[in-house]
């Protein structure tokens, strides 16, 4: 079952454009991650957020979570084309002692020169 | 160091063939994992394993084992393939559960 789950499935936006992406959670997590993923590649690790902290940069890529709500939202500043890509939210299921990460279904981007 | 390899890149089976698909990792990573990733589906555990000799189920195992015989290797063993198997298969490893993984680029896998 999916405990991620993205939003929305697809964003286009112009390059030099801000691009959010949302991930909703169902259940008690210790960490939820964000990863990028080009066409026919593998993922590649973004960043990750731990349950205490609400927001956290990494270049152009803020996060933040809010585990009231258990959501998070994924903000890439000044899209470039090469941002491009499938974007997906993790999460791991600490309240179910499970330390397996599940996926969801991932943000398609596409960023239009 | 390479990361996380798999082979083969692509393999096309007939339905009933048996075939392994190889991880391999060389950052030490006690956790590994088997994806499969399939169009509107996201990514779905198959198997896992925390450490050497140890596997588990994910959540589709169904036709699928795998085993961990030595720390840096995870294999993935389709015993009479189907079509239902046709998928793109990741392999990832961690250093714990709840760390990032490391993905491999993939193995295009279609049954016929």
């Known amino acids: 079952s999916q405990q991620g789950e993205e939003d929305p499935q697809a964003l286009s936006i112009q390059e030099g454009e801000n691009a959010t992406m949302n991930c909703s959670y169902k259940?008690?997590?210790?960490?939820l991650q964000w990863y990028r993923q080009n066409s026919g590649r593998g993922l590649v690790h973004l960043i990750l957020?731990?349950?205490?902290?609400r927001e956290k940069h990494s270049g152009r890529l803020r996060v933040t979570l809010d585990t009231s709500k258990k959501s998070s939202s994924l903000l890439i500043t000044a899209s470039r084309a090469a941002d491009t890509a499938s974007y997906f939210c993790?999460?791991?299921?600490?309240?179910?002692?499970?330390?397996?990460?599940?996926f969801g279904k991932g943000t398609k981007l596409s960023v239009i020169p | 160091n390479a990361g996380v390899t798999q082979t083969p890149k692509f393999r096309v089976l007939k339905t009933g063939q048996s075939m392994t698909l190889l991880c391999a990792q060389d950052?030490?990573?006690?956790?590994m994992y088997w994806y499969r990733q399939d169009p509107g589906m996201g990514l779905r555990l198959i198997h896992y394993s925390v450490g050497e000799g140890t596997t588990a189920k994910g959540e589709v195992p169904d036709g699928y084992n795998v085993s961990r015989l030595k720390k840096q290797n995870f294999l993935l063993g389709l015993e009479s393939a189907a079509p239902s198997q046709t998928s793109v298969y990741f392999c990832?490893?961690?250093?714990?559960?709840?760390?990032?993984?490391?993905f491999g680029p993939g193995t295009r896998l279609t049954v016929t």
């Open positions: 957020i731990r349950s205490n902290e």
């Open positions: 993790a999460t791991d299921n600490s309240g179910a002692g499970s330390y397996q990460l599940t």
């Open positions: 950052m030490n990573h006690e956790y």
């Open positions: 259940t008690s997590i210790n960490n």
């Open positions: 990832a490893s961690s250093y714990s559960g709840i760390d990032e993984q490391y």
